[in-house]
C-alpha cells in the first residue's frame, strides 16, 4: 500500500501520515550512510594501494552553496 504525503502540509498531517514520513526519511538516511560508508571504504582501500604506509586518515566537511 503506497500513499503520497506531498500535498499534506506536516501541521495537517494525520499521525499516520507522519509516521510514514518519518519511516521514508529513516530509510533514506540509512541508505545515504550505507552508500557513504561504502565510498570512503573503497577511499581507503585506494588510498593504501597508493601508499602502503599510511597510518592516519583526514575527514573534511565540505559545504556547497
Do not use: Y
Request: proline residues 3%.
Amino acid at each position: 500500500h503506497c500513499r503520497c504525503t506531498d500535498d499534506i502540509p506536516i501541521s495537517s498531517a494525520t499521525e499516520e501520515d507522519r509516521q510514514l514520513r518519518a519511516n521514508i526519511a529513516a530509510s533514506f538516511q540509512r541508505i545515504a550512510v550505507l552508500h557513504l560508508e561504502d565510498r570512503c571504504q573503497r577511499a581507503v582501500e585506494w588510498a593504501l594501494k597508493m601508499r602502503p604506509s599510511i597510518k592516519n586518515f583526514g575527514c573534511f566537511r565540505w559545504c556547497c552553496f
